[in-house]
């Protein structure tokens, strides 16, 4: 078994890496060895794209949950009556746009809806010939199929899953313990630092604000910003990255840092930057009526506080 | 933005789960909200089969090592010369049979080689438009593609990967920080305990065991084997059980366990349980020169350390 050695493999750079050309000699000590048997572990866009589903009983239930969060469109094939979780999300107007369901079984190859219509197809149903009658016809056109509750009829599993906003983590056993896999992820979240979800989300926000500053897509330049969001991460740590959401920081990061072609180190950029006059005035200018409204009652409160304090003032003074 | 709220979601059953009917009525306090803006998270079964890689840089050979790790065929289309751990993946007879290398490059729709033939392809190359092709002509024909460095132009991205054996792990950011994913990668490792490898080898021998004992899919049969299963692990925690991969040790838990409808504590378990006589003389049976050789040496020192004594004691009594 090729699973009772370590196999953490080669430290992978980011998704979005293009160094090149790095000088080396081949010798095999320096490449890991390669451990078959593991899985390719993925994070996949579903956005608007086409799910069949087959079942509706609690494991379709969980299946929809998430299918519901990647904003895929799901297509329920399965006779009443449904999970009530499955039916609520059908009535709910905030996810009923994303799912047709069929009120009948599924029929196999006899049936009008054709599995080469989706991106992938999921069964969760206690009929097996049927099961594996779906998953030959989704081998023989090559879509991606999950047959609940037999392994072998997998071409993807969903392991155990923990989701902080724009954070994912999949924790796969590879079949061998789910059980386990949940156990892993409950010490994942208690490891995770509290603001993580935050730290992630304002570090998207600089990245995107350092791409609208030097846009283009790899090459010198793309190299140039990926180093620098690197090195800049590296000295700000995790749980300093929260306070990217603030959009002073960010600019001060970005005037001071990026333009200049040096770090920032967080003990530089106090919360809430100091405003130059323009940018208050900018400010100003977006106020909306309740901001105006909200001026007005303090001015008219501060008058009312004022002339009440100078007239107790005044007399105490006359006595 | 949906990312600024906790969206852990509820916590999922295992993928293997068939529990039904759980009654309940339907009322949205029940029913966590849907946070969009979600990847689907997966394990891809990729065993033999073909993936198109077009590129032959660092970024693919990060490609490479992880499809070679998951037992895919890879077929490479790039133009000499390739990264240096390429070229050493493609001469290296261990994963030569698992790789094709197209020596030319990739020439869109023209070419003879169609993303039709694959069931995943990826590029890394630095030539955008030929990038743009490929990922058109994938999507006309419903082919899931990763384009390195141009997320709009990808179905499905990679994030940091975390392997311990059978474990694997996946932390996305959803493109939003992949240095931020690589931390959170770091802070992960260091939380798991030292054996977890072990202790998944040692559940998933366990849990085949079971199923050879109890086969069959779903029904009552397969929930009373996923309940006990998951009491089990829960008795036993994380760290105690890397003890399964001890053969005695299962076998004393399902007799003494499953068999008798019971938990057995890990307190109540010896490691090396004690043996029957048969037992005893099916591994003496097994025994190679070396073990033959050790009880022979054996036989000899007690021998030569009793005689010792006994003239010893015998000179002492004697005067």
């Not at 999950?146 to 155990?160: E, K, R």
């Not at 500053?213 to 010198?220: E, I, L, M």
Request: charged residues 25%.
């Amino acid at each position: 078994m090729s699973a009772s050695r370590e196999a953490a493999g080669p430290v992978p750079l980011p998704a979005d890496t293009t160094t090149h050309g790095l000088p080396s000699s081949s010798t095999s000590e320096e490449y890991p060895d390669i451990q078959q048997g593991a899985s390719l572990l993925l994070a996949l866009r579903l956005q608007d794209r086409p799910i069949l589903l087959i079942g509706g009983g609690v494991v379709a239930s969980q299946r929809l949950y998430f299918l519901l969060e990647s904003g895929a469109h799901i297509t329920i094939v399965s006779p009443s009556p449904l999970d009530p979780s499955i039916s609520y999300r059908i009535s709910d107007p905030n996810t009923s746009p994303q799912i047709t369901w069929h009120d009948r079984p599924y029929l196999g190859r006899e049936d009008s809806i054709k599995v080469t219509e989706y991106d992938l197809v999921m069964t969760a149903i206690d009929n097996n010939p049927l099961s594996q009658e779906v998953c030959e016809m989704c081998r023989e056109k090559r879509v991606m199929v999950n047959v609940a509750d037999i392994p072998p009829q997998c071409d993807f599993y969903f392991g155990a899953q923990l989701r902080k906003g724009p954070l994912q983590i999949l924790i796969s056993t590879g079949g061998l313990g789910p059980r386990a896999g949940a156990m892993i992820r409950d010490i994942i979240r208690n490891a995770l630092p509290e603001n993580i979800e935050e730290s992630v989300e304002g570090v998207g926000l600089l990245r995107s604000e350092l791409r609208k500053r030097a846009p283009g897509v790899g090459g010198q330049r793309g190299q140039e910003r990926m180093d620098w969001m690197k090195e800049l991460c590296d000295v700000w740590g995790l749980a300093q990255m929260e306070r990217f959401r603030d959009e002073q920081v960010r600019k001060y990061v970005l005037d001071e840092g990026w333009e200049k072609k040096k770090m920032v180190a967080p003990s530089e950029v106090k919360q809430g930057q100091r405003k130059t006059t323009a940018e208050i005035w900018e400010q100003v200018k977006h106020f909306g009526h309740t901001q105006w409204a909200a001026g007005l009652g303090g001015f008219g409160a501060g008058m009312a506080v004022a002339t009440v304090a100078t007239i107790y003032l005044t007399r105490n003074a006359a006595r």
